[in-house]
């Protein structure tokens, strides 16, 4: 089947148009039946994927010993026993101060790089300086060095300046993490703003803020809005840097949560719990970004 | 200033001064140009590649922070310790043997879900919204429902089904599954795959979509089979896809930290380098030692990095051409 080029394929013209149409009549035919088969194949494979996060839910409104059978019991009573126990009811310890340091940590953090991501995409795109895209690949291959590979230094540098524990070095360090990503998804927003709308607004003489705001803006925005979620989920997800750099303060949810790595007795509903409530605004923020989180994740390379 | 006096000298005035002017207008034009750029540059030259040069000078160095006086210059002692040292080479062959895994298995996986999303079917949306899921959940909260509500031996979910089903046939004594002492490295691949794969998915996906229908349709009418159309377009037009999912997912797979600590602490052989250096600086403090294996994973990365940026460049080029 080597000679299938799409040269060769091509519809030759003294074709009967009634033939092609025939031919295509029977051609839609085929996927609808496939169709049928495709959509059950998915819809099964979808909720396997899905089953643990759905399991996860299920269990987070089980009681302990309910979440505990074998075989599990599935249609058991629904408590939000569970949730109250993650909250500290019992014991005490509340997860809020590593929640508001994850909130923290991360929308300060997606705010920094927003600040330096915009104008430095906007060098990068729209007035583009010279060997522009050398300055892309440095950016990427920042982000291409392993956190181990810089782990130690940051951690020594806190500990003699005394910024260890101290959420602000980890939002600086979050902002590094996330910046040469999102000046690659911006570069790719904002060039899809139509050079013909930035001459036409040059020529109605629209000074820099004028174009930036009517111009720049509207095209950009759900790009950059997407930029936003996604650095958010990864300074949010983020465990190896939080687990070295910060402790009794300044310790981030997922810091938090690996408190249940070596648990014993009964607990299960209650990591559960926890799952769901830390993983919420990842879950939010995705599918709010759902529509360019392709484009985000390869950096722009996917449309 | 100098942009000043441009603006006020007028042609014919002298011969020399005015290019003289055009060249330094050209040179704040330009700085004009760089200016939005640096803070960032900046900013992150210092905050990641200061770090990083640190990193190269300790890993010469005999650095054990729990005995100080010891501290001096050991040339390439630590380098040979990485590769020498049995537990650290077992470390980079799991972290190999992790990476490939993972990211072979969900890129698989992940075209075989894509082809079928590609097609339309009822609740479409729904469904690519519920694969999606998994990608969605924080690594840590994923790897801790993994290992205590799915792959716990007592009452986990898949020993729980692997009962359940068995009963229905009426027996007692059902198989059950211990992935975690058994075989650790493959709860953590196993997991990680399910995490990845949405994400290869959703990049095969969105290369599928961009396939020009008309070439598919024109085969289709000259009666090429599916799997012809598959091999001999899809496949083709889906290449550089698969390798920007690959290596994009390869540089994050590399470093994975979370799945590593939270199924296994790292027990059993499945510690990986990332974990292995965390162990080696925070808890034996042999800071020389952790640096050169952080040179070392460099080094590996820089390898995958070198095809990835020529992937990643491939698809960027048509795009820079604008």
């Known amino acids: 089947m080597s000679t299938l080029s799409p040269s060769s394929v091509r519809v030759t013209p003294e074709k ?10 029977k051609s839609r035919m085929d996927p609808t039946r496939n169709n049928t088969a495709a959509g059950i194949a998915a819809w099964l494979l979808a909720l396997l994927f899905a089953t643990p996060v759905l399991w996860m839910i299920l269990t987070s409104f089980h009681s302990e010993t309910d979440a505990a059978t074998n075989p599990p019991s599935v249609a058991a009573n629904l408590t939000l026993d569970a949730y109250k126990e993650f909250f500290g009811e019992t014991s005490g310890v509340s997860p809020w101060p590593s929640l508001i340091n994850s909130a923290t940590a991360s929308i300060l953090s997606t705010v920094l790089v927003l600040v330096l991501a915009i104008p430095a995409a906007y060098a990068l795109s729209i ?6 895209t050398d300055v892309m690949f440095f950016f990427l291959s920042t982000k291409m ?4 590979a810089a782990i130690l230094p940051l951690y020594l540098f806190a500990k003699t300046v005394g910024a260890l524990d101290n959420i602000w070095f980890l939002i600086l360090i979050y902002t590094s993490m996330n910046l040469p990503i999102a000046v690659w998804m911006m570069r790719s927003f904002l060039a899809e703003v139509p050079v013909e709308m930035l001459e036409a607004a040059q020529i109605d003489g629209a000074n820099l803020l004028l174009t930036l705001r009517k111009v720049i803006a509207p095209v950009a925005m759900p790009g950059i809005a997407a930029t936003a979620l996604i650095c958010f989920i990864f300074s949010w997800n983020e465990l190896l840097l939080a687990r070295v750099l910060t402790g009794v303060v300044a310790g981030t949810a997922p810091v938090f949560l690996t408190g249940f790595v070596s648990s014993q007795g009964l607990f299960l509903a209650k990591v559960c719990a926890a799952a769901v409530v830390i993983s919420l605004p990842v879950l939010f923020a995705g599918f709010a970004a759902q529509d360019k989180l392709v484009q985000g994740l390869s950096l722009g390379a996917v449309k | 200033m100098t942009t000043a006096t441009a603006r006020i000298s007028r042609p014919g005035h002298a011969t020399a001064k005015p290019s003289r002017n055009k060249a330094s207008r050209e040179r704040a034009l330009a700085w004009a140009r760089r200016g ?3 803070p960032a540059l900046i900013f992150l030259i210092i905050v990641t590649q200061l770090p990083f040069v640190v990193t190269l000078i300790i890993s010469f160095l005999n650095w054990n922070s729990l005995s100080p006086g010891t501290t001096g210059f050991a040339g390439f002692e630590n380098y040979v310790t990485v590769l020498t040292d049995p537990d650290l080479r077992q470390a980079i062959f799991t972290t190999i043997l992790l990476t490939v895994a993972v990211v072979l298995a969900s890129l698989v996986i992940g075209l075989g879900l894509a082809l079928l999303l590609d097609k339309k079917f009822i609740g479409r949306g729904l469904a690519r919204t519920l694969l999606i899921a998994p990608f969605l959940v924080v690594p840590v909260a994923a790897a801790l429902i993994w290992k205590h509500a799915l792959l716990n031996p007592t009452y986990g979910l898949i020993n729980g089904v692997l009962t359940w089903v068995w009963s229905l046939f009426g027996s007692g004594n059902a198989p059950q599954l ?4 058994q075989a650790p490295l493959m709860a953590v691949i196993v997991s990680l795959v399910w995490q990845w ?8 996906l969105a290369g599928l979509q961009s396939r020009p229908m008309d070439t598919v349709e024109a085969a289709q009418m000259d009666g090429a089979t599916p799997w012809a159309i598959f091999r001999h377009l899809t496949l083709p037009h889906l290449r550089q896809y698969l390798e920007l999912g690959g290596l994009l997912g390869a540089i994050y797979i590399v470093q994975n930290f979370d799945a590593v600590f939270t199924l296994t602490s790292g027990g059993l052989g499945t510690a990986n380098l990332p974990y292995a250096i965390y162990q080696t600086f925070y808890y034996a403090n042999e800071y020389g030692l952790a640096s050169a294996a952080g040179v070392v994973v460099v080094i590996g990365t820089i390898l995958v990095a070198t095809f990835a940026l020529r992937t990643v460049f491939s698809l960027f080029k048509k795009e820079a051409a604008r």
Do not use: E, H, N
Not at chain 2, 178 to 181: H, K
Not at chain 2, 197 to 204: E, G, N, R, S, V
């Open chain 2, 178 to 181: 211990d992935l975690l002492s």
């Open chain 1, 127 to 132: 007035r583009p300086v010279k060997k522009w």
């Open chain 1, 16 to 25: 009967s148009s009634a033939q092609v149409v025939r031919r295509r009549g």
């Open chain 2, 197 to 204: 794969t949405p994400f290869m998915m959703l990049i095969l």
């Open chain 2, 36 to 38: 939005p750029l640096l």
């Open chain 1, 145 to 148: 060095m392993p956190v181990v």
